[in-house]
């Protein structure tokens, strides 16, 4: 190789070190320049925002219950013998009169025979001693008899009159004892089915076991424990009343449809638990409510007052305390407490932490922190309006 040839390429090294070098530079200096330039912020997160809700409402009470029967019977016999004839239908309904079973009558029929003949002998008796004392009477104005006889004839149509009310009574009582053989419904219900059945003997009294049970079903009671509070408030003022009127939802109904009264209290509080015991009657012309049916009871009362009312959603827990994002004019948040109160038709009433006019956060409230910036999505206040809460409501 000439040594023209080596100084050219030893230049063409030196320039291409020289390139190189400044577009490393280059590259550096863009690099920082990059970095030094802040990025742009996130927009602020878009959340559901409504307006607390203001509302006239009555304070409602919730409770738990059963139902019980108006009239639960159990159907004994009132004389003993054989049964000949049962007409029990498990869960059949009967009416007030319906006969249910046959005690065999035979052996009555035979004693009210044998009391009606002793009736006929009184009343011959009887006649026969009255005559005579009426002849004694004669003959006595006549002196013409003792007073000792005719003492005798008044004494005797006496006897003979007692003897006659005995028999009287003794025939009654057959027939009565006739008429029990024969058993019906007390009232209108559903009878359960036959304990004992045709053919067995039945035997008479309080401690026997009993032939069927019968139970009314065209109102129903439903029996519910009421706080001091409640009771003092809302059952107390409305006795003398006609009752505190009472609504009424069974496990798979929604809302409270049904609607009674309040019928009786019982006569204390239970100090240990701080309740007194309620029945209501409710009509049952359905026939769905059943003796020992599972029973929501919504109780309420007293004067109509203003209320604010906010969707459950947008509460949130904080240890004990419960607290929702309140949304300024300047769409930040800010945390709030709130104290609670009853649902009312598919709302939470708050009683403390809350003015008319506040926004606050009902979806979202995830994503959000208090001092946070948020673009508010204007929405209505869940369920008002809506044919939901009007079910819920009951009424």
């Known amino acids: 190789m000439s040594l023209n040839t080596k100084r050219l ?3 063409a090294a030196v320039a291409l070190i020289l390139l190189g070098a400044g577009g490393t530079a280059a590259f550096r200096a863009n690099t920082a320049e990059a970095q030094s330039t802040p990025a742009a912020p996130p927009p602020p997160p878009t959340v559901d925002v409504a307006e607390v809700v203001r509302r006239n409402i009555v304070d409602w009470q919730t409770y738990s219950g059963r139902l019980e029967a108006v009239d639960r019977v159990e159907i004994r016999p009132l004389v003993s013998g054989t049964l000949t004839t049962v007409n029990v239908r498990e869960g059949g309904r009967v009416k007030k009169g319906d006969p249910l079973f046959v005690i065999d009558p ?3 029929a035979v ?13 011959a008796r009887n006649e026969y001693a009255a005559s005579d004392l009426a002849r004694g009477k004669r003959l006595l104005a006549e002196n013409a008899i003792a007073r000792r006889d005719f003492d005798e004839k008044e004494n005797a149509s006496r006897e003979a009159a007692a003897n006659l009310l005995a028999a009287q009574a003794a025939l009654n009582g057959a ?5 029990y053989t024969r058993i019906t419904a007390p009232v209108d219900g559903l009878v359960s089915r036959a304990d004992i059945t045709l053919g067995n003997i039945v035997a008479a009294g309080a401690g026997t076991a009993p032939l069927a049970t019968l139970v009314s079903v065209s109102r129903m009671y439903a029996a519910f424990d009421v706080d001091e509070q409640s009771y003092l408030k809302v059952v107390a003022p409305t006795r003398e009343k006609g009752g505190a009127s009472v609504f009424l939802g069974l496990a798979n109904e929604e809302g409270y449809p049904r609607e009674g009264k309040v019928r009786s209290v019982d006569n204390r509080l239970d100090a ?3 309740t007194i015991r309620v029945h209501a009657v409710f009509d049952n012309a359905d026939g769905v409510l059943l003796p020992g049916l599972y029973a929501r009871i ?6 109509a007052r203003d209320a604010l009312l906010i969707d459950e959603r947008a509460v949130g827990t904080d240890q004990d305390k419960r ?3 309140v949304v300024d004019q300047a769409n930040k948040t800010a945390y709030r407490e709130v104290r609670l109160g009853a649902v009312q038709e598919g709302l939470r009433v708050v009683d403390r932490g809350l003015a008319q006019g506040d926004r606050i956060v009902v979806n979202g409230l995830q994503r959000v922190r208090p001092g946070d910036s948020v673009t508010p999505h204007m929405v209505p206040m869940a369920g008002v309006g809506s044919k939901t809460v009007a079910v819920a409501a009951g009424k």
Not at 175 to 179: A, F, R, S, Y
């Open 175 to 179: 027939q009565l004892n006739l008429g």
């Open 111 to 123: 004693e009210v025979d044998r009391a009606r003949a002793q009736v006929s002998a009184a009343t």
């Open 106 to 108: 035979r052996p009555y």
């Open 9 to 11: 390429a030893m230049a």
């Open 323 to 325: 607290f929702v994002l």
């Open 298 to 303: 919504r109780l309420g009362g007293g004067t």
């Open 272 to 274: 240990a638990s701080g």
